[in-house]
């Protein structure tokens, strides 16, 4: 069926750091790309998104890449710092409609000090 | 003031027994969601309403019940709990019309089921 999914599901960074959180999506039709923070027993919090006609946004500390021939989709967090420490979900959405979020397998982010 | 609040936070329960949980937002959305968080973090869409509408039922068993009373209000009934129906359940909002951000959902601080 149809995912979003990430390639690494922990990654550990240096405080000060960039950290690079990368997303392969499958479906096409998606025209919405957007990155959420989940940190611990919380809820997930919108960071940054991107449209698909866009390959680059850039946001405080944080640049989202899209990659469309590639379907790929990158988070660049610059100067790591430890409130950074979370679980990053890539998700997709569609124009059109009523929306449907779907939401990838998470990447957990551990800064070390 | 918390924009999307659930209740409870924790829930205990037998197998077999009937729970709920309620969700209620004070961001003036038009639109609500119940998502399911796996223990490996996997977040799963189950439901959304809009305006009180059913409007995306996810291939989600029959156990589960939705309410939507009125827009700002979205409850789960869970019948005949398994164990399998341990997860976190996360409650969000979103405006879908007029000024909404397409994909940006508010989220509630979850509700963990634990189903012994």
């Known amino acids: 069926g149809e995912s979003v999914g990430l390639h690494l599901p922990t990654l550990s960074v240096q405080e000060g750091d960039n950290s690079i959180i990368n997303c392969a999506y499958s479906?096409?039709?998606?025209?919405?790309f957007i990155w959420y923070k989940q940190e611990s027993g919380k809820g997930p919090q919108f960071i940054i998104d991107i449209r698909s006609n866009m390959d680059k946004r850039q946001g405080q500390r944080v640049t989202v890449l899209l990659n469309k021939t590639v379907k790929h989709l990158s988070l660049q967090i610059a100067a790591t710092q430890p409130g950074d420490s979370a679980v990053y979900f890539c998700a997709e959405s569609r124009s059109g409609g009523y929306q449907k979020v779907t939401f990838g397998i998470g990447t957990k982010l551990q800064v070390i000090p | 003031d918390t924009a999307v609040s659930q209740t409870p936070k924790y829930l205990v329960t037998q197998m077999g027994n009937d729970k709920s949980i309620k969700c209620e937002q004070n961001?003036?959305?038009?639109?609500m969601y119940w998502y399911k968080q796996d223990s490996k973090k996997f977040l799963k869409i189950m439901f959304s309403?809009?305006?009180?509408?059913?409007?995306i039922n996810e291939t989600v068993p029959n156990r589960f019940s939705p309410k939507s009373p009125d827009k700002a209000h979205l409850n789960l009934h869970i019948n005949s709990l398994e164990l399998g129906d341990s997860a976190v359940y996360f409650c969000?909002?979103?405006?879908?019309?007029?000024?909404?951000?397409?994909?940006?959902?508010?989220f509630g601080e979850g509700s963990r089921l634990t189903v012994l």
């Open positions: 961001l003036g959305h038009d639109t």
């Open positions: 479906n096409s039709a998606s025209d919405y």
């Open positions: 969000a909002s979103s405006q879908e019309r007029a000024g909404g951000r397409i994909g940006e959902l508010f």
């Open positions: 309403y809009n305006n009180k509408e059913l409007i």
